[in-house]
């Protein structure tokens, strides 16, 4: 689970009104039960949810069907029981009461028994017994009607944190950071946490690097101490590289953390050094150990960012000057003799045992008779948090006794990998462990669930895992979770994630590996994700397109290795079916320079040979959009001509449209014809009825209009392009489109309206970090500030603009760049060469979003 940072007052509450609420089916006999019966609605009604209980047990026929359907209403079963089974009605073997019980099959079940019954019905025994033996619920004893309340009302809540809250996490990249919400309060660790905290108050301790083997509970460490450091940090940012392998991914994930989006080919941490220039911030950098070949590039962000401090989690310190290494070591185990109940309890990896035993058993305590077991159990576990963990939530199945046996056969705690740290081996033979209790089916679902680097939803899952007919992947995947191998999340998109911890997708990939399933897993991983793109691309242009944003930001991560995979593997078609669909949706991340290689790479394959005219098409215009983007638009324009014949011969619209749309951006600026080309093009996409494609045809169109001299032309195709960037809800274009708006508006001389248009874009330019968009932003108050007369500050604009694209290396868009020298051309007028090459160098020095504050102020 995630959650922002910091934590407010008015975060919307899991069940938040009474026809949301969460139903509980409470059932008991009627007249013994009638003051338990009243307690347990009190309790479910005091925690805002709603008791379902059945009244109509004594007539002479119980209507089955009635409390069957409060049953399949409710999301809870509770169960009281005392002396009496209850009648059972003619035609029936069993009572209602045991009826209730067996149809709440699948349900979270809560089941309390009286414990002082002497007169307890031989039935009602042998039901609770039943019960007992078959798992899936502990049977809980009270006393009276007032402790029965405070159980259910303890049960529910820890219920409901674990099966049913599910809070939305805040999107990363916003001003103040973003931590994930912690699932479990730190066990001990206090001394560590007063050690970390007090390194990174000192402004002179740039870097701190927490190191342990793995499964010592370095993150759970790290959030601690970046939690209480938020109040004094402008931004605190989490950074998970868990789902990483390669090194080259790390300045994405981070760049992606902060909100940075890529342009062009300049590194991605120079972009993250200039979101964080002048911010007292604080990175937590989770998982590292696994891209160690990355961490130099820490020192010169920091060297950049002199008020930024990282928080490392990695097995291995990073070797860097300046580094402050805290190592973590596993936690206290009882010491050898200490036995008793109250020094085996007071024992931190007791405590941790007994917290995660008892979500699995609310019942669950250390006893007298236990004690001296569960002392053992950690003292072999070697008190490494994850195993505990992992053993502790089978006590349900597992008692303390049973499962030190199980210890003995399962764990080897001198085995493992030879040049892995002996607790390393320790965790992966606990891993190990815990995958032996798995039943085939879950073993292979596991398995096959690790070419996910990502999470993955149910639907993934399914086409995934369903390989086998017997295999049930919904059935199969709740018992995953039960065993702890899998954690539900929501991802903010609209339906349940799932992920693996790091260490048990890498144990998984292994066990895949050896099952020879690698290469057939990741093939249907991707051919799923190719459904998904196409689903995707067609829904971005619908009314639910914000929730597919969030979907593929989601998915973001397994689209980028299924790709990578399908060109690795010679898979042409698969790889464009993989991006085409998504083309605006890769540029508006920023990755068209990466798009460009991977789509040079894929038509070199020889399956490239073999593709079907449609993909062939949709891949040569990958490859002639990418260079023109570039700049590479002498190489791009052979393509261009071979694609326009291509779709005019297969009768392809859109295809056509943006051929067209290509090779107009190859014509020389007053080619007679550059406008017929761009009209044709519009025409074209209009008949594919892509209306996101035809707002961006109209981009250019209009600004063909406007060095004809026909600013009120080029300012109703913008408009209308504008309209329809708004109702699609994409932010880029609308912002691109806005800054068009501007110089059109400065062609009427309507400077009010121009300065409207700039300050619109300006705001969604520095909510995406869209460097690229900022370039033409900052060029239209350049034009602005020269028309109300101030050419010193236009000329500082100006530089920054093209420093700005220089940083980036994206190129100006060829309709655009006439405009371009339109307005170098009127500053070296006003002001002379000499002045201009001055002003547009010191406004070259300027941060870029300090330089567009700057415009901003001037032109106000």
Avoid at 614 to 628: I, K, N, Q, Y
Wanted: glycine letters at 8%.
């Amino acid at each position: 689970m995630a959650g922002p940072v910091p934590v407010t007052d008015d975060a919307p509450a899991p069940i938040a009104t009474p026809d949301q609420r969460l139903r509980v089916f409470v059932s008991s006999t009627l007249e013994e039960l009638a003051a338990e019966r009243r307690a347990v609605r009190a309790a479910v009604t005091r925690m805002r949810l709603t008791p379902v209980l059945f009244e109509l047990g004594a007539r002479p026929h119980p209507p089955r069907d009635l409390y069957r359907a409060y049953l399949a209403q409710s999301a809870v079963f509770v169960g009281v029981y005392g002396e009496r089974y209850g009648w059972v009605a003619p035609g029936m073997t069993v009572s209602g009461l045991e009826d209730e019980y067996d149809l709440s099959a699948g349900k979270p079940r809560l089941l309390y028994v009286r414990r002082t019954a002497p007169a307890r019905d031989p039935r009602l025994a042998g039901l609770i017994t039943r019960m007992q033996a078959e798992g899936g619920a502990s049977t809980t004893p009270y006393d009276d009607p007032d402790q029965l309340a405070e159980l259910v009302a303890d049960d529910l809540a820890v219920l409901l944190t674990e099966r049913f809250a599910a809070p939305r996490p805040q999107p990363p990249g916003l001003a103040a950071g973003w931590l994930p919400a912690p699932p479990t309060p730190l066990v001990d660790r206090t001394a560590e946490l007063e050690l970390l905290t007090g390194l990174l108050t000192d402004p002179a301790v740039r870097l701190v690097t927490l190191t342990g083997p793995g499964g010592t509970g370095k993150t759970r460490l790290a959030l601690a101490a970046a939690e209480r450091l938020v109040p004094d940090r402008d931004g605190v940012w989490w950074i998970d590289l868990a789902p990483l392998r390669d090194p080259a991914e790390v300045p994405v994930t981070v760049a992606a953390a902060l909100g940075v989006t890529a342009e062009g080919r300049r590194p991605l941490l120079d972009l993250v050094a200039e979101r964080l220039a002048g911010l007292r911030a604080l990175l937590v950098v989770d998982n590292v150990e696994q891209v160690l070949d990355a961490a130099p590039a820490a020192a010169p962000l920091l060297a950049r960012c002199p008020r930024t401090q990282l928080l490392v989690t990695s097995r291995a310190v990073l070797g860097l000057r300046g580094e402050h290494d805290v190592p973590l070591g596993p936690l206290a185990v009882p010491g050898p003799g200490e036995e008793r109940p109250d020094q085996v309890r007071a024992a931190p990896a007791v405590a941790l045992f007994t917290a995660r035993a008892h979500r699995a058993d609310p019942s669950f305590a250390v006893t007298d008779a236990t004690a001296a077991t569960v002392a053992e159990v950690v003292r072999r576990l070697d008190g490494l948090p994850l195993a505990v963990e992992l053993a502790a939530a089978r006590v349900r199945t597992l008692p303390p006794a049973v499962l030190l046996r199980r210890l003995d056969r399962a764990l080897d705690l001198r085995g493992g990998d030879v040049d892995a740290p002996g607790r390393q081996r320790t965790l992966r033979e606990t891993i190990a462990w815990s995958h032996d209790l798995l039943a085939e089916p879950e073993r292979a679902l596991l398995a096959r669930l690790s070419v996910c680097a990502g999470g993955f939803t149910l639907d993934t899952a399914e086409a995934v895992g369903a390989v086998d007919d017997d295999l049930d992947v919904l059935e199969t995947l709740s018992s995953l979770v039960s065993h702890s191998l899998v954690t539900p999340a929501d991802a903010g998109a609209g339906e349940p994630r799932f992920r693996m911890l790091g260490l048990v997708r890498a144990f998984a990939v292994e066990r895949l590996r050896e099952r020879g399933e690698e290469e057939a897993a990741r093939s249907r991983l991707a051919e799923h994700l190719a459904g998904f793109a196409r689903e995707a691309g067609a829904a971005l242009s619908g009314p639910g397109h914000r929730l597919w944003l969030a979907r593929l930001e989601a998915e973001a991560a397994d689209l980028q290795a299924a790709l990578r995979w399908a060109v690795d593997g010679d898979h042409a078609e698969l790889a464009v079916r993989l991006t085409a669909p998504l083309a605006r949706w890769w540029w508006a991340r920023g990755l068209l320079p990466d798009m460009a290689v991977l789509a040079e790479r894929t038509a070199a394959l020889p399956s490239a040979a073999r593709l079907p005219p449609e993909a062939a098409g949709r891949l040569l215009w990958a490859r002639a959009a990418t260079r023109v983007a570039l700049g590479r638009v002498a190489e791009a324009r052979p393509l261009l001509e071979r694609l326009v014949a291509d779709a005019r011969g297969h009768g392809d619209a859109w295809l056509l449209g943006h051929a067209l749309n290509g090779l107009a951006m190859t014509l020389p600026p007053g080619d007679p014809d550059l406008a017929p080309t761009l009209d044709a093009a519009v025409a074209a996409l209009q008949a594919s009825g892509d209306t996101w494609s035809v707002a961006f045809a109209q981009l250019f169109r209009g600004a063909v209009a406007v060095l004809a001299g026909v600013p009120a032309e080029a300012a109703r195709l913008h408009g209308e392009a504008l309209e329809a960037a708004r109702a699609l809800g994409d932010d880029r274009l609308t912002a691109t489109l806005c800054d068009q708006l501007a110089l059109d508006a400065l062609g009427t001389g309507d400077r009010a309206a121009a300065r409207a248009a700039l300050t619109d874009a300006a705001g969604l330019h520095r909510r995406l970090s869209d460097l690229e968009g900022l370039a033409y932003c900052l060029d239209g108050l350049a034009a602005l500030a020269l028309a109300e007369g101030d050419a010193p500050q236009a000329a500082r604009l100006a530089g920054a603009a093209a420093a700005t694209r220089s940083r980036t290396g994206v190129a100006v868009w060829p309709p655009l760049q006439p405009l371009a020298r339109r307005l170098e051309d009127a500053l070296t007028a006003a002001l002379g060469p000499d002045e201009a090459r001055r002003h547009r160098a010191a406004g070259a020095q300027l941060e870029p979003w300090t330089a567009l504050d700057e415009g901003l102020a001037a032109v106000s």
